[in-house]
């Protein structure tokens, strides 16, 4: 279908982006903020004090049922009985042959009710793929996509910002609490993000986000796109569906076995276990350029192996990104040569994260 | 960022480049338009000097923090001259495109082919 052919999705915020001078652009299928005053400016704000994102366009998912833990540990590849009655946990959903469908967190709403954030490319398919594993779990499943939007609060402020607007204390890290903010009722306060930063994320009925929105940015929160949003998980290494996971690839070679366990018998487990055992043939690594330019996803590593993200970091001045390189190749401090559009251009593999807060 | 501007004293290619000509020898740059689409320019790849490019060809590369661009010859010629500023401030791209933003020098081969740039009026009238 050519590009534009389809009606693009709105956000409930989409009148305040035009107002604050936002650049739209389709993204998965919705007409999303990529910019307002520009990349460089919101990736600062959000380090150094606090950053606005519009993130409506992630779907939900709720499992709910006395059957809700046993299907999710089922399709989740992290183990879901570990998560507390208010807690959160990442993990990603896989094929029978380990292949990534999707990175997702899930929220625990009560003992029996779960909420899992879906990557908006992908949440048909996320949704469609549960239902049809859900035979014979004693589970309803809800799409609940068009009843939130979200927002992510992050930056070194996010929480004093959040916490003089929120009726009660916010949770901590990976934990999750229901409270009124700004006015808006049954907010769901995540501890969780997307930046490397201190902050939360919120998920709100429709008509009660923009009330929030507004008393975020007169609070002195930046609005910040997802051009900003892109380079800040990129220096902390946080993996993009689309570009660092694909079908194709496993967790393990993507460097999330430590959110798959095995032992819970998830879909695709067998094929996790084995490449956990024998070890794969490639690696997903951060790297930086040590040469001028910047390598861009497709970019081909010299040798084998390809780039997956590539930016500017904002932060380090230089190019970084993430590649899947031969596994003889993925230890810090490796040399390697990206062909960026018919050059070679030096390049070397670090750590995670790029980005370390000076503390 | 600078407020959009498309200056008289250049001509305008379609692919939103000017060209400012001096006699023989032309100054390339990008438009407002151009640098506004690309954002913030974090790096520039220049062709060398003494390099001839075609009219209507791509000669360099622009960087900006979400993309990679390239940015086509408004005319034909020889390089003789590349903006070294660019170097450590490509940032000069998006505050002064028509200023310390120019990308190049060029010694034209054919300087009938200004004959087919566009004037102001009409480039501007292009971009709605």
Known sequence: MAAGAETLKRTPLYDRHVAAGARLVPFAGWEMPVQYTGIREEHVAVRRTVGVFDVSHMGEVETAGPGAEAFLQRVLSNDVSKIADDGAQYSVLCREDGGVLDDLFTYRLAPARYLT???????????AWMRAQAEGFD????????????????????????????????????????????????????????TGEDGVELLIAPQHAP?????????????????????????????????????????IEAGLGWCCKEDTGFIGSDAVRAARESGTAETLVPFVMTSPGIARQGNPVVGGGEVTSGTMSPCLGQGIGMAYVPAEKAEPGTPIEIDVRGRAREAEVRAKPLYTKER | MADASYPDDVKYHPEHDWARIDGDVATFGITWYAQDQLGEVVFVE?????????????????????????????????????????TDSPEKINEDPYGDGWLVRVRLSDVSEVDDLLDRETYEGSLS
Request: charged share 25%; glycine share 10%.
């Open chain 1, 211 to 251: 009330a929030v929105w507004d008393a975020l940015l007169e609070g002195g929160a930046v609005p910040a796109g997802l051009g900003a949003r892109d380079t800040l998980r990129l220096e902390v290494c946080f993996h993009l569906y689309g570009n660092d996971l694909i079908e194709e690839r496993g967790p």
């Open chain 2, 46 to 86: 220049p062709p060398e000097v003494g390099k001839s490019i075609s009219k209507d060809e791509p000669y360099a590369e622009i960087e900006s923090v979400k993309a990679v661009s390239d940015v086509v010859a408004p005319l034909s010629g020889e390089i003789v001259e590349v903006n070294a500023l660019l």
């Open chain 1, 117 to 127: 954030v879906t990557n908006a490319s992908n949440h048909e398919r996320d949704l």
């Open chain 1, 139 to 194: 589970v309803e499943l809800h799409d609940r996509l068009a009843d939130y939007a979200m927002l992510a609060v992050q930056g070194p402020d996010a929480r004093a910002l959040v916490g003089t607007l929120a009726d009660g204390e916010l949770p901590r890290r990976f934990r999750t609490t229901v409270l009124t903010v700004a006015g808006a009722p049954d907010v769901l306060v995540c501890g969780t993000g997307y």
